[in-house]
């Protein structure tokens, strides 16, 4: 089964977590501009355990199994409308934002 999570990525503020204004990441203007970076799809291992006998009272009997599963994720960033129209055409800018994105993007799944 898939599971689906959604990735906001914007840079450290003032601001509240869970509020609906971040800085831009790129200008660090306050915005509450939302534009979609890329979707992925990654295999995370979980732990789930596993009785080889019906004694329940033997832990050397329980052993950890790591089970994958399929997760998608969807990258959203905080970014102001300058910003986002200037992207497309200025190519230093847009190889400063891809870098900046998969930099953050892999210290979460670190």
Do not use: Q
């Not at 831009?24 to 979707?39: D, E, M, Q, R, S």
């Not at 995370?44 to 009997?61: A, G, P, R, V």
């Amino acid at each position: 089964m898939k599971r689906f999570k959604t990735v906001y990525l914007y840079r450290d503020s003032d601001f509240p977590e869970r509020g609906w204004i971040h800085p831009c990441f790129l200008c660090l203007a306050p915005t509450g501009n939302l534009v979609h970076y890329k979707t992925e799809e990654r295999t995370e291992y979980s732990k789930k355990k596993i009785n080889n006998s019906n004694n329940l009272t033997s832990f050397t009997n329980i052993k950890n199994l790591l089970v994958p599963k399929k997760v998608r994720y969807e990258y959203i960033v905080y970014m102001c409308r300058c910003c986002n129209k200037k992207i497309p055409t200025t190519p230093e800018l847009k190889l400063k934002f891809t870098s900046r994105c998969e930099r953050y993007i892999r210290s979460i799944h670190r």
